[in-house]
């Protein structure tokens, strides 16, 4: 009995040791959505580059909400995908903690999208068309940013609509089913994004930007971050993507099973611009 007990510690103890962090590497937490294509491509190809420098990139996979409590706790190192000065600017209000270190995309947008073969141009123009789109609006996730400015649109247009509620992944879908069959569909969307690379889609005009104008992504940290990691600080702080190479990014990583490795390849095959961002 008593080698059985030893055994067992020994067990437990080979166990523990196991799944201890490497001691050669350095780790960094990094928030991630899933579901949100610009932000999944960012986190990835950020974590094949910090590979490539000995660095573990962890990431956490959660809402916008709690990753940024999680940053103002100190507990998450940073997050990619922070909107502003709209979409998280409420959020990011919220928390006194947060650090902002860089722009990695200049040219982000919010709206409502409509197919190309639907006949109207402007969000004024949905209260003449309510039929056509059954009073409807396809939204995404209650707690994201778009959500909530969605929800102010139809006030501030005075829109017999509702916001329908579910996932990014689920209002794709549908966008995707009624383009098959030529139905009228109005959703909340974003560039960037692979699926105006994938279908005729346009905004409607926001004659009282009620959904913002021009977006920034930024990278946000926890507020000791900077001092603690000037070489992290520094990389992320040159992450930047253009129109061109964020638009190759998203497709690639929508044709993509190996998220992971496609990121890799990307990486590999846009060497002057991951060199860029290191020196």
């Known amino acids: 009995m008593k080698n059985m007990k030893l055994a067992l510690i020994w067990g437990i103890i080979l166990l523990l040791s196991a799944c201890q962090p490497d ?83 200049a040219h982000a947008r919010n709206g409502l999208v409509v197919p190309d073969y639907v006949p109207i141009n402007s969000i004024e123009e949905l209260r003449t068309h309510e039929g056509q789109f059954n009073h409807q609006i ?63 889609l346009k905004f409607l005009e926001d004659p009282r930007a009620s959904l913002g104008t021009a977006e920034q992504i930024k990278i946000f940290t926890r507020k000791e971050f900077p001092a603690e990691q000037p070489e992290l600080t520094r990389f992320f702080s040159q992450v930047h993507f253009d129109m061109g190479t964020m638009a190759n990014l998203l497709m690639k990583m929508e044709e993509s099973k190996d998220k992971e490795s496609t990121a890799k390849q990307w990486v590999a095959d846009h060497r002057s611009l991951v060199n860029s961002w290191l020196r």
């Open 138 to 200: 396809m939204g995404i996730e209650k707690g994201a940013g778009i959500t909530a400015a969605v929800d102010r649109t139809i006030k501030d247009y005075d829109l017999n609509y509702r916001q329908v509620n579910s996932s990014t992944v689920a209002m794709i879908t549908e966008l995707q089913n009624a383009i098959k069959e030529k139905r009228w569909i109005v959703v909340a969307a974003w560039q960037p994004h692979w699926m105006f690379g994938k279908m005729k």
């Open 23 to 105: 001691g050669n590497k350095k780790y960094i937490n990094v928030g991630m959505v899933d579901g949100w294509a610009e932000g999944v491509a960012m986190t990835y190809v950020a974590k094949a580059v910090l590979e490539e420098m000995d660095y573990q990139l962890v990431i956490q996979r959660a809402t916008p909400d709690m990753i940024l409590a999680s940053m103002n706790n100190g507990d998450t190192d940073l997050y990619m995908d922070v909107w502003l000065p709209l979409t998280h600017g409420s959020k990011i209000a919220k928390f006194p903690n947060l650090v902002d270190i860089g722009t990695s995309y």
